[in-house]
Protein backbone atom coordinates (compact mmCIF):
# COMPACT_ATOMS: atom_id res chain seq x y z
CA UNK A 1 0.00 0.00 0.00
CA UNK A 2 1.16 3.70 -0.34
CA UNK A 3 2.67 5.36 2.40
CA UNK A 4 3.97 8.61 3.29
CA UNK A 5 6.14 8.45 6.34
CA UNK A 6 7.39 12.08 8.00
CA UNK A 7 10.03 10.99 10.47
CA UNK A 8 8.73 12.24 14.08
CA UNK A 9 6.08 13.75 15.08
CA UNK A 10 7.75 16.42 17.21
CA UNK A 11 11.52 18.24 16.87
CA UNK A 12 12.57 20.76 19.01
CA UNK A 13 15.72 22.81 18.34
CA UNK A 14 17.56 26.29 19.79
CA UNK A 15 17.07 28.79 17.96
CA UNK A 16 19.86 29.58 15.40
CA UNK A 17 20.19 25.94 14.65
CA UNK A 18 19.15 23.86 11.70
CA UNK A 19 15.92 22.01 11.59
CA UNK A 20 15.80 18.81 8.98
CA UNK A 21 12.81 17.18 8.30
CA UNK A 22 12.23 13.62 6.83
CA UNK A 23 9.71 12.52 4.18
CA UNK A 24 9.79 9.15 3.43
CA UNK A 25 7.25 7.54 0.78
CA UNK A 26 6.60 3.79 -0.51
CA UNK A 27 4.41 2.64 -3.88
CA UNK A 28 4.68 6.40 -5.06
CA UNK A 29 5.96 7.57 -8.59
CA UNK A 30 5.74 11.20 -7.61
CA UNK A 31 6.24 13.45 -10.83
CA UNK A 32 6.78 16.13 -7.78
CA UNK A 33 6.98 17.05 -4.05
CA UNK A 34 5.91 19.83 -2.28
CA UNK A 35 5.94 21.23 1.38
CA UNK A 36 3.98 23.04 3.40
CA UNK A 37 3.29 24.80 6.63
CA UNK A 38 0.73 24.64 8.93
CA UNK A 39 -0.13 26.56 11.83
CA UNK A 40 -2.63 26.02 14.90
CA UNK A 41 -6.34 26.46 13.58
CA UNK A 42 -5.22 27.51 10.27
CA UNK A 43 -5.36 25.38 6.84
CA UNK A 44 -1.73 24.48 5.48
CA UNK A 45 0.17 26.97 3.17
CA UNK A 46 2.11 26.28 0.47
CA UNK A 47 6.30 26.48 1.16
CA UNK A 48 7.99 24.99 -1.81
CA UNK A 49 7.96 22.42 -4.72
CA UNK A 50 10.43 19.77 -6.05
CA UNK A 51 10.03 17.92 -9.14
CA UNK A 52 11.45 14.52 -9.67
CA UNK A 53 14.62 15.61 -11.85
CA UNK A 54 15.79 18.16 -9.47
CA UNK A 55 17.79 17.06 -6.48
CA UNK A 56 17.73 20.42 -4.37
CA UNK A 57 15.52 23.68 -4.23
CA UNK A 58 16.30 26.54 -1.90
CA UNK A 59 14.30 29.80 -1.15
CA UNK A 60 15.75 32.06 0.83
CA UNK A 61 16.25 29.96 4.16
CA UNK A 62 14.31 27.00 2.91
CA UNK A 63 16.36 24.00 1.32
CA UNK A 64 14.46 20.59 0.02
CA UNK A 65 16.24 17.89 -1.36
CA UNK A 66 14.66 15.00 -3.06
CA UNK A 67 15.97 11.50 -3.65
CA UNK A 68 14.00 8.87 -6.01
CA UNK A 69 16.29 6.09 -5.10
CA UNK A 70 15.78 6.59 -1.50
CA UNK A 71 11.96 7.74 -2.29
CA UNK A 72 12.88 10.34 0.51
CA UNK A 73 12.94 14.11 0.83
CA UNK A 74 14.95 16.32 3.14
CA UNK A 75 13.33 19.48 4.15
CA UNK A 76 16.45 22.02 5.87
CA UNK A 77 15.32 25.32 7.69
CA UNK A 78 18.84 27.27 8.48
CA UNK A 79 19.10 29.78 10.94
CA UNK A 80 15.88 28.49 12.81
CA UNK A 81 13.96 31.13 14.48
CA UNK A 82 10.57 30.68 16.87
CA UNK A 83 8.51 31.90 14.05
CA UNK A 84 9.47 28.77 11.95
CA UNK A 85 7.89 26.89 15.00
CA UNK A 86 5.06 25.28 13.49
CA UNK A 87 3.56 22.23 11.73
CA UNK A 88 5.38 20.82 8.52
CA UNK A 89 4.16 18.62 5.82
CA UNK A 90 5.30 16.68 3.20
CA UNK A 91 2.45 16.11 0.09
CA UNK A 92 3.05 13.73 -2.88
CA UNK A 93 1.60 14.58 -6.56
CA UNK A 94 -0.27 11.51 -7.92
CA UNK A 95 -3.69 12.09 -9.88
CA UNK A 96 -4.21 13.37 -6.39
CA UNK A 97 -2.01 15.05 -3.78
CA UNK A 98 -1.71 13.13 -0.37
CA UNK A 99 -0.50 14.21 2.43
CA UNK A 100 2.01 13.05 5.54
CA UNK A 101 1.34 13.21 8.83
CA UNK A 102 3.59 16.50 9.58
CA UNK A 103 6.34 17.06 12.13
CA UNK A 104 5.53 19.54 14.80
CA UNK A 105 8.40 21.85 15.12
CA UNK A 106 9.40 23.90 18.08
CA UNK A 107 12.38 26.53 17.93
CA UNK A 108 13.16 27.82 21.57
CA UNK A 109 14.65 31.16 21.76
CA UNK B 1 -12.88 35.09 -5.16
CA UNK B 2 -9.15 35.93 -3.66
CA UNK B 3 -9.47 32.34 -1.86
CA UNK B 4 -10.69 29.64 -0.70
CA UNK B 5 -14.29 30.17 1.47
CA UNK B 6 -15.10 27.46 3.52
CA UNK B 7 -18.83 27.96 5.45
CA UNK B 8 -19.93 27.32 8.14
CA UNK B 9 -16.73 27.83 9.93
CA UNK B 10 -17.79 26.07 13.07
CA UNK B 11 -21.00 23.62 13.03
CA UNK B 12 -22.34 21.94 16.15
CA UNK B 13 -24.74 19.18 15.69
CA UNK B 14 -26.78 16.21 17.21
CA UNK B 15 -25.78 12.57 16.58
CA UNK B 16 -28.10 11.79 13.74
CA UNK B 17 -28.59 15.00 11.93
CA UNK B 18 -27.03 15.10 8.29
CA UNK B 19 -25.00 17.84 7.78
CA UNK B 20 -23.66 20.35 4.94
CA UNK B 21 -19.98 21.63 4.17
CA UNK B 22 -19.12 24.32 1.45
CA UNK B 23 -16.25 25.23 -0.29
CA UNK B 24 -16.05 27.89 -2.66
CA UNK B 25 -12.54 28.19 -4.40
CA UNK B 26 -10.24 29.99 -5.87
CA UNK B 27 -12.08 31.22 -9.82
CA UNK B 28 -10.27 29.27 -12.28
CA UNK B 29 -9.19 26.48 -10.33
CA UNK B 30 -10.49 23.08 -11.86
CA UNK B 31 -9.33 20.68 -8.98
CA UNK B 32 -10.66 20.86 -5.64
CA UNK B 33 -9.54 18.52 -2.86
CA UNK B 34 -11.36 17.63 0.57
CA UNK B 35 -9.53 16.89 3.72
CA UNK B 36 -10.45 16.09 7.39
CA UNK B 37 -8.01 16.44 10.10
CA UNK B 38 -8.51 15.18 13.48
CA UNK B 39 -7.38 17.02 16.58
CA UNK B 40 -3.15 17.10 16.55
CA UNK B 41 -4.02 14.72 13.30
CA UNK B 42 -2.33 15.15 9.64
CA UNK B 43 -4.71 15.18 7.00
CA UNK B 44 -6.80 12.57 5.56
CA UNK B 45 -7.65 12.52 2.28
CA UNK B 46 -10.88 12.09 1.56
CA UNK B 47 -12.10 13.28 -2.34
CA UNK B 48 -10.56 15.30 -4.96
CA UNK B 49 -12.29 16.63 -8.32
CA UNK B 50 -11.55 17.94 -11.76
CA UNK B 51 -13.77 20.02 -13.18
CA UNK B 52 -17.40 18.18 -11.75
CA UNK B 53 -15.99 14.98 -12.19
CA UNK B 54 -14.54 12.80 -9.02
CA UNK B 55 -11.92 10.84 -10.65
CA UNK B 56 -11.39 9.56 -6.65
CA UNK B 57 -13.79 8.82 -4.05
CA UNK B 58 -11.73 6.33 -2.67
CA UNK B 59 -10.88 8.48 0.77
CA UNK B 60 -14.53 8.74 1.78
CA UNK B 61 -15.07 6.92 5.00
CA UNK B 62 -17.94 5.64 4.75
CA UNK B 63 -21.33 5.75 2.55
CA UNK B 64 -22.38 8.52 4.98
CA UNK B 65 -20.32 10.63 3.37
CA UNK B 66 -20.83 12.11 -0.31
CA UNK B 67 -19.46 15.12 -2.12
CA UNK B 68 -20.80 16.96 -5.59
CA UNK B 69 -19.21 19.78 -7.53
CA UNK B 70 -21.13 22.01 -9.55
CA UNK B 71 -20.61 23.92 -12.44
CA UNK B 72 -16.63 23.58 -11.95
CA UNK B 73 -16.85 25.56 -8.95
CA UNK B 74 -18.69 25.75 -5.07
CA UNK B 75 -18.24 22.18 -3.75
CA UNK B 76 -20.81 20.40 -0.92
CA UNK B 77 -19.68 17.82 1.29
CA UNK B 78 -22.45 16.38 3.09
CA UNK B 79 -22.08 13.93 6.19
CA UNK B 80 -25.55 12.34 6.44
CA UNK B 81 -26.48 10.73 10.59
CA UNK B 82 -23.46 12.06 12.12
CA UNK B 83 -21.39 9.92 14.45
CA UNK B 84 -19.19 12.23 17.04
CA UNK B 85 -16.14 10.21 15.04
CA UNK B 86 -17.08 12.52 12.71
CA UNK B 87 -15.80 15.47 14.88
CA UNK B 88 -12.73 17.09 12.95
CA UNK B 89 -12.24 19.73 11.00
CA UNK B 90 -12.81 19.28 7.40
CA UNK B 91 -10.23 21.56 4.72
CA UNK B 92 -11.20 22.37 1.66
CA UNK B 93 -8.15 22.69 -1.09
CA UNK B 94 -8.26 23.95 -5.09
CA UNK B 95 -5.22 24.40 -7.36
CA UNK B 96 -5.34 25.81 -10.86
CA UNK B 97 -4.81 22.12 -12.62
CA UNK B 98 -4.75 18.27 -11.72
CA UNK B 99 -3.27 15.23 -12.50
CA UNK B 100 0.16 13.96 -12.27
CA UNK B 101 0.90 15.17 -15.66
CA UNK B 102 -0.04 18.65 -15.28
CA UNK B 103 3.34 20.15 -14.81
CA UNK B 104 3.57 21.50 -11.27
CA UNK B 105 0.09 23.10 -11.58
CA UNK B 106 -0.91 21.26 -8.35
CA UNK B 107 -0.39 23.80 -5.65
CA UNK B 108 -2.79 23.61 -3.29
CA UNK B 109 -4.26 26.98 -1.61
CA UNK B 110 -6.40 25.88 1.37
CA UNK B 111 -9.26 27.41 3.02
CA UNK B 112 -9.55 27.62 7.00
CA UNK B 113 -11.72 25.11 7.55
CA UNK B 114 -15.23 24.05 8.82
CA UNK B 115 -14.65 22.61 12.06
CA UNK B 116 -17.59 20.22 12.74
CA UNK B 117 -18.23 19.23 16.78
CA UNK B 118 -20.84 16.18 16.77
CA UNK B 119 -22.40 15.63 20.38
Known amino acids: SQKIEQNSEALNIQEGKTATLTCNYTNYSPAYLQWYRQDPGRGPVFLLLIRENEKEKRKERLKVTFDTTLKQSLFHITASQPADSATYLCALASWDMRFGAGTRLTVKP | ?119
Open chain 2, 1 to 119: GAGVSQSPSNKVTEKGKDVELRCDPISGHTALYWYRQSLGQGLEFLIYFQGNSAPDKSGLPSDRFSAERTGGSVSTLTIQRTQQEDSAVYLCASSPGGGQGSSGANVLTFGAGSRLTVL
